[in-house]
């Protein structure tokens, strides 16, 4: 894949999260999250990890943030009147993540680049990122963690019905 | 994507962790900031994928395969409670739910 | 380089056209097979120096004229990018869910064997359900930009009924997936080549009758025809979810409904009833069970086989289309019901007994 193709993408990332956090209304900072979503999952197919990105679409896309568009239109919110904090906070929060983001390139990815090797480590092996791999990881190094996990959906699901529930009066 | 250095994606995966942080510090309305979270989520599991491919080994995809499996069912639980809270008291903006502040 | 990337274009475009022209071509169906089950003439007026060839030039040529242009109309404080996006969306979803069906085996020119299915994908199945639930957006998106009570109503109604319908549609899907061992939705119509006890075709629904059940319902609320249709409840919600939408938009609209009903058709066919399959018939031409054989050159076999996935695709939009004007409509608290009650805990069944049988077969 080649750089050109790398820095498109990377654009439309960033395009799209900007516009998930400075859009007014609510609805369109959803739409571009999803926007961010799919690019992230195209991402993904070109990182050789399709079932990761099918997953991605359906799960991230295709589900949770139906579910956050679901709770705007049923809360009905319009534009916000004040979106954003007052304009110190703004500068403080932008200085601060700029800061954090320098550090974060110098600090861990400078020192972790020479040892990283060119060119993603050259091909991968026949099969991967395919869901006969993944399953196979999931299901013998992972399994206690994958028991875990279901257990954890239940219990979101039945918090979820409880905190949401009318009470009846 | 093997023209591409491992680097330049976790630096695009900072930059997305920053621009979702910065996001969850300056927007008001929680849900805004709830997707802000999601945004530094998402971050975390582009490092995931970019390493597992670099390293050739499919554990990062595993993870990536549990940490969207909780997000979901944080961001159940989250809308939830968002629900609840508008529900007792009318505003989803974060300055005015401010019971709990001292 | 260059032939590969023509060839994809010209599958893609093969596709794209066969689609878009078989959802004109529904529209008629519709028209006529509704008036035919209700005892009247229906669509006839609009004719051509004089021949209005049974509703035809009615259906496909002044209508979609009428849609095109018409004046588009904007809700006064409506979102205006969300409410031109939103029909883009569904349309897009849907239509691009077709690039991993396969349409036929292969078609062997020119010293090249090329596999006519547009995009081989190996993760086929998981694809096409992504894509299918991409397709709630065009539901949201269009039930929010209209600013309007009723839109809201049906958008929300119909992007509930979307997603929870979805859940049992992967689940019917998954037994698939497990009867064949494998997403990709090519190899599983090649496995529906072979024979059971040397004169039968496996095809899929012999191996899996209740996920074909499943699906197929499931599939029919997806597309939220009657009798799921509450989300544009004709009679109730005025036109649901895409009221305030005039010309083209709602021409997009209509043809998402279509295109969906081909899509759903189109994954029946292809992982119950053998895809492309004609019986009997290999590459190189037909081989009866008794031993009899009738060589046939490659293009006719690869034209016979597309001949018969678009027959059986269009079997069953028909019978979509018939079911729609037979039975009346589920009532919303029915048709929630029906989803999570109903066909949720039978296709997680289905799935079981699936498992246990595959077990049970191969020690």
């Not at chain 1, 919110?77 to 007052?86: E, F, G, K, N, T």
């Not at chain 1, 299901?139 to 009846?168: C, D, M, N, Q, W």
């Amino acid at each position: 894949m080649s750089p050109v193709l790398f820095v498109i993408l990377a654009a439309m990332l960033i395009v799209s999260a900007l516009g998930v956090v400075l859009q007014r209304s609510p609805i369109r900072c959803a739409l571009a999250l999803v926007t961010t979503l799919f690019v992230l999952a195209v991402i993904f197919l070109f990182l050789d990890a399709q079932l990761v990105a099918a997953l991605q679409v359906i799960v991230y896309a295709g589900a949770i943030m139906v579910l956050f568009l679901f709770v705007i239109m049923l809360l009905n919110l319009q534009q916000d009147v004040r979106a954003m904090a007052w304009l110190g906070a703004r500068v403080v929060a932008v200085l601060m993540g700029s800061l954090f983001l320098l550090a974060a390139v110098r600090f861990f990815v400078y020192p972790l680049a020479p040892r990283l090797g060119p060119g993603m480590g050259g091909a991968p092996p026949e099969g991967f990122g395919s869901t006969e791999q993944l399953g196979q990881r999931l299901f013998t190094h992972y399994l206690f963690a994958f028991e875990i996990t279901s257990v954890l959906l239940l219990v979101a699901i039945i918090g979820a019905v409880v905190l949401a529930k009318r009470k009846l009066a | 994507m093997s023209a591409v250095p491992v680097e330049w994606f976790l630096v695009l995966a900072a930059l997305l962790f920053t621009i979702g942080a910065v996001g969850v510090l300056v927007r008001r309305n929680i849900i805004v900031i709830f997707m802000c979270i999601e945004l530094m989520l998402n971050a975390v599991n582009l490092v995931f994928v970019a390493f597992s491919r670099q390293l050739h080994s499919m554990d990062g995809q595993v993870v990536v395969f549990f940490v969207m499996t909780v997000a979901a069912a944080e961001a159940a639980v989250g809308l939830a409670i968002i629900i609840a809270a508008f529900r007792n008291r009318e505003t989803v903006n974060a300055d005015e739910l401010n019971l709990l502040r001292w | 380089m260059w032939i590969e990337t023509g060839i994809v274009a010209i599958k893609a475009l093969v596709v794209i056209l066969m689609v878009l022209n078989l959802a004109g071509i529904l529209g008629w169906v519709e028209r006529k097979g509704s008036a035919l089950i209700q005892d009247r003439i229906g669509a006839n007026r609009a004719s051509v120096f004089g021949i209005a060839a049974a509703g035809l030039v009615n259906t496909m040529m002044a209508d979609p004229l009428k849609f095109l242009t018409k004046e588009d109309i904007i809700p006064a404080r409506a979102d205006r990018l969300l409410h031109t996006v939103a029909p883009c969306v569904g349309l897009f979803a849907v239509t691009v869910a077709f690039a991993a069906v396969p349409f036929g085996d292969v078609l062997q020119v020119g010293g090249r064997t090329i596999n006519l299915q547009a995009v081989p994908l190996n993760i086929g199945i998981l694809f096409v359900l992504a894509m299918v639930s991409l397709s709630v957006y065009g539901v949201v998106l269009g039930g929010w930009a209209s600013n309007d009570r009723f839109s809201l109503l049906g958008g929300i109604r119909g992007s509930a009924q979307v997603i929870s319908y979805e859940i049992a549609m992967g689940l019917s899907l998954v037994a698939v997936v497990m009867t064949y061992s494998t997403l990709d939705l090519q190899e599983m119509a090649r496995a529906q080549g072979q024979l059971i006890g040397g004169w039968l075709p496996a095809w899929g629904i012999l191996y899996q009758p209740l996920a074909f059940l499943i699906f197929f319902c499931a599939g029919i609320a997806e597309t939220k025809r009657v009798p799921f249709d509450l989300p544009e409840g004709e009679s109730e919600l005025v036109s649901g979810y895409f009221t305030e939408y005039s010309g083209v938009k709602y021409l997009m609209f209509f043809m998402t409904d279509f295109v969906e009903i081909i899509a759903i058709s189109g994954l029946v066919t292809t992982m119950f009833f053998g895809a492309w399959q004609v019986p009997y018939l290999q590459r190189d031409g037909f081989h009866f069970p008794g031993g009899a054989s009738m060589l046939l050159p490659q293009i006719i076999v690869a034209v016979m086989q597309v001949l018969s996935f678009m027959i059986k695709v269009f079997f069953f939009c028909w019978l979509q289309i018939m079911i729609r004007w037979t039975l009346p409509r589920l009532r919303y608290d029915q048709l929630m019901r029906f989803g999570w009650k109903g066909l949720l805990p039978v296709s997680l069944l289905n799935v079981l007994a699936t498992a246990v049988v595959a077990l049970a077969v191969q020690g």
